[in-house]
């Protein structure tokens, strides 16, 4: 494992670190991490692996004290050992994080989503207007780890009235919408803005819905709720 040393230099959207791996930091406007750009490309492995080290400064600030514990970043390192072809998979940038997933920009262009749990919410199948994936499966067998290889989307030429366009479409398949909203917004309010990032447009030209857990059938979610409440009664 590299030994490294890392000291913080803040400007407004550039969160510099000296470090041996990682090359520049960036966040948004508001100071929210956007992106981690690689020196060189890693296996991902390699990536969990140093941000296990207590001495990865970045990694506590921006990881353990925020989303994720040491305890889950060490889980998927385990997980990523046992699954060598995912494990060794060499990524060059983090581009994408949350609560259950982490997204990796890989080496040939296409984009490696690490989640907790399925992808999918309530375990829905793929419709025609999420992101196709290229392929997936579980990590370990073990374990609630997945993996998701899907193509890498452009979101800086959307405009709203397209994503609109899809959402009413989603809408009309009778699928309910749910975090498409900056700063939690209802559909109704007067301020609302979309948050784009959870769409993107791929080669293909088409707009697609890149977070699937924004789309699900309320019957999904119940059937979904019932189930988690059952799991916690068996294992009392």
């Known amino acids: 494992m590299p030994q490294f040393k890392s000291s913080r230099i803040l400007t407004p959207q550039y969160d510099e ?61 385990e997980a990523l050992k046992y699954n060598k072809e995912i494990g060794s998979t060499a990524v060059k940038a983090l581009i994408g994080f949350g609560a259950f997933a982490f997204a990796f920009e890989t080496e040939d262009g296409l984009v490696l989503k690490i989640t907790e749990g399925e992808h999918f919410p309530y375990g829905r199948k793929p419709a025609d207007f999420d992101l196709p994936v290229i392929k997936s499966g579980k990590i370990s067998p073990n374990d609630r780890l997945y993996y998701y290889l899907e193509e890498k989307v452009r979101q800086d030429n959307l405009e709203d009235a397209e994503i609109v366009k899809l959402i009413q479409y989603i809408q009309s398949k009778g699928y ?61």
Do not use: W
């Not at 975090?179 to 939690?184: A, C, E, N, S, V």
């Not at 293909?204 to 699937?212: A, E, F, N, Q, R």
């Open 176 to 236: 309910s919408m749910r975090d498409y909203l900056k700063d939690f917004a209802e559909p109704d309010a007067p301020h609302a803005e979309i948050k784009q990032k959870q769409f993107g447009r791929a080669s293909d030209g088409k707009i697609y819905l890149i977070d699937p857990g924004c789309a699900y059938l309320q019957t999904e979610e119940k059937t979904g709720f019932f189930k988690r409440v059952l799991e916690k009664i068996r294992n009392r």
């Open 17 to 77: 670190f000296i470090s041996s791996y990682i090359s520049k930091v960036i966040t948004n406007e508001k100071g929210k991490l956007k992106a981690v750009i690689y020196k060189t490309p890693l296996p991902v492995l390699k990536i969990f692996k140093n941000m296990e080290n207590p001495k990865d400064v970045f990694a506590k600030e921006r990881f353990y004290t925020h989303l994720h514990s040491e305890e889950e970043i060490r889980r998927i390192s």
